[in-house]
T-cell receptor
Framework: GDSVTQMEGPVTLSEEAFLTINCTYT??????LFWYVQYPGEGLQLLLK?????DKGSNKGFEATYRKETTSFHLEKGSVQVSDSAVYFC??????????FGKGTTLSVSS | KAGVTQTPRYLIKTRGQQVTLSCSPI?????VSWYQQTPGQGLQFLFE???????NKGNFPGRFSGRQFSNSRSEMNVSTLELGDSALYLC??????????????FGQGTRLTVV
């Protein structure tokens, strides 16, 4: 069935370091792809999305490009901040508004 | 504009009991989806309701059920609780259903502990 695979965490970085979190998806149909972020004690917030091949989603310095040839949607940020510490989820849509999520990657940024 | 509201935030139940969780979507949103989040399985889709009709269902046993009211508020019910049902239950609302780029807005969740 459809699935999303993202790199295992935790990822520990120093402030201003470069961040990459890898995400690959099953290519059934033409999914939209999403990155959600979950801060401690809160629900998920949409970080960015891309709806077709070669689309680049971006928000708050984070970027991800929809790569159909490699079925990937890697999340990147050039310079992370302590406030970026959270759990990041890669997701693809399935039917209706149903989302299939990766297992999540915990990011910890220290000053 | 108020966000997605889930009540209660925390709940402790005993094995074998049943529980009802509530979700009020963003005003004007007609689609409500439910997800279960556990450390082992991650986030898993339970079901989606749109205009009071279940549109999609995930791979969960029949003990998990839900409904949606005419004002789009939704409830989910879990009967005969098992220890493994302990999880964070998240509700997400969307303006519509069927469009693959529709954004889902999540509530803070209900933390259910089964003892």
């Amino acid at each position: 069935g459809d699935s999303v695979t993202q790199m295992e965490g935790p990822v520990t970085l120093s402030e201003e370091a470069f961040l990459t979190i890898n995400c690959t998806y099953t290519a059934t149909g033409y999914p939209s792809l999403f990155w959600y972020v979950q801060y401690p004690g809160e629900g998920l917030q949409l970080l960015l999305k891309a709806t077709k091949a070669d689309d680049k989603g971006s928000n708050k310095g984070f970027e991800a490009t929809y790569r159909k040839e490699t079925t990937s949607f890697h999340l990147e940020k050039g310079s992370v901040q302590v406030s970026d510490s959270a759990v990041y989820f890669c997701a693809r849509n399935q039917a209706g508004t149903a989302l299939i999520f990766g297992k999540g990657t915990t990011l910890s940024v220290s000053s | 504009k108020a966000g997605v509201t889930q009540t209660p935030r925390y709940l402790i139940k005993t094995r074998g009991q049943q529980v009802t969780l509530s979700c009020s979507p963003i005003s004007g949103h007609r689609s409500v989806s439910w997800y279960q989040q556990t450390p082992g399985q991650g986030l898993q889709f339970l079901f989606e309701y749109f205009s009071e009709t279940q549109r999609n269902k995930g791979n969960f046993p029949g003990r998990f059920s839900g409904r949606q009211f005419s004002n789009s508020r939704s409830e989910m019910n879990v009967s005969t609780l098992e220890l493994g049902d302990s999880a964070l239950y998240l509700c997400a609302s969307s303006l519509e259903t069927g469009k693959r780029d529709t954004e889902a807005f999540f509530g803070q969740g209900t933390r259910l502990t089964v003892v």
